[in-house]
């Protein structure tokens, strides 16, 4: 499975973007999938995951009830919609999935968010 990322861009704290997840190379049926994001200086960390197909979400404490996680399978896309954005959101986020039969990863290249105080 092939993973490209889109979506990031530069926003005012308290706005809001929509990241895009699309798979190709395989499956995208057999896959969860999600986000995840790496700060400066910082390690990547887990930011929200959902099932194969799409009946439950998974979120990092510090993005619930900001952030939605959603897959539309028949276009093989995940997509995370980013409210209220706040600066510590600022990060290179990163599309994963995961394929639990064969327990193999899968990451996409980074999409650059900035949200600027």
């Known amino acids: 499975v092939q993973l490209q990322a889109s979506g990031g861009g530069l926003v005012q704290a308290g706005g809001s973007l929509r990241l895009s997840c699309a798979a190709s190379g395989g499956t995208f049926r057999r896959v969860a999938s999600g986000w995840f994001r790496q700060a400066p200086g910082k390690e990547r960390e887990f930011v929200a995951a959902i099932t194969r197909n799409g009946g439950t979400t998974y979120s990092a404490d510090s993005v619930k009830g900001r952030f939605t996680l959603s897959r539309d399978n028949a276009k093989n896309t995940v997509y995370l919609q980013m409210n209220s954005l706040k600066p510590e959101d600022t990060a290179v986020y990163y599309c994963?999935?995961?394929?639990?039969?064969?327990?193999?990863?899968?990451w996409g290249q980074g999409t650059q968010v900035t949200v600027s105080s």
């Open positions: 994963h999935a995961f394929r639990l039969d064969t327990l193999t990863n899968f």
